[in-house]
């Protein structure tokens, strides 16, 4: 128990070399058009974002990545890789989701050389592997218990974007850590459901993500990649 719950610290950790900290998901627009202007604002985009968000879906998919390479069913599995490819509303979140997804499966690959099993499902994926496809497939192989995954996935997606916040608002660091604080709560009112949706119910109120994904290649000038 202690052991995967390690192996989960170490997957959900800032410091793991996969460029998540050089993305803002949309808040960088949201940011210089005087949407988000504060903690208050922020809380609400975040929270919103959890109850009807594409950050649903991603923790749907992991679930199914995850039952699907325990079953070894690697069709199913490569069929939600490329579903969630195309739910992708614009390149940069696309471009995102594959470039951490890429990271992910080099860091698996040096985790797991003697494993020619997961090095050939790695190999199948190849460079269009969604960073939600690496996660679910690397945690149901390490066999990290599915509940403590999405706690960790979702909490280190709202560290993220919080630390976002932090610098572009900006919040001050206390701030940012009660914003956090309060959003977690958030987190366990809304996972029962997600862990529940079925496939048909796979869908996402998330057209202000992608507006300020779309805005943001424009934008004078960026600190970050999306």
């Not at 992708?88 to 020619?116: P, V």
């Not at 630390?163 to 809304?190: A, D, R, S, W, Y």
Request: some cysteine; hydrophobic content about 40%.
């Amino acid at each position: 128990m202690s052991e995967k719950l390690l192996l989960l610290l170490q997957l959900c950790n800032s410091t793991l070399p996969l460029g998540a900290y050089s993305y803002s998901e949309g808040l960088e627009t949201l940011v210089e058009e005087n949407i988000i202007i504060d903690s208050k604002s922020l809380n609400n985009w975040l929270t919103n974002e959890l109850k009807y968000g594409s950050i649903r879906i991603e923790l749907a998919i992991i679930i199914r990545i995850y039952n699907s390479y325990l079953i070894q069913d690697l069709d199913n599995l490569f069929y939600w890789n490329n579903w969630y490819s195309a739910s992708r509303e614009t390149s940069e979140l696309r471009q995102q989701s594959w470039q951490m997804g890429k990271s992910l499966l080099r860091l698996i690959k040096t985790f797991e050389t003697d494993n020619k099993s997961l090095q050939s499902v790695i190999e199948g994926l190849n460079n269009s592997c969604n960073y939600v496809v690496a996660f679910g497939l690397i945690t149901a192989h390490w066999e990290i218990k599915i509940e403590n995954i999405l706690l960790g996935y979702l909490h280190n997606w709202l560290n993220n974007l919080i630390n976002v916040g932090v610098k572009l608002i900006p919040l001050g660091q206390t701030e940012g850590q009660q914003l956090l604080l309060n959003i977690n709560k958030e987190i366990l009112l809304n996972l029962e459901t997600i862990i529940n949706l079925k496939d048909d119910e796979l869908s996402s109120c998330s057209w202000g993500l992608s507006l300020a994904s779309m805005k943001h290649e424009n934008l004078y000038s960026r600190l970050f990649r999306s």
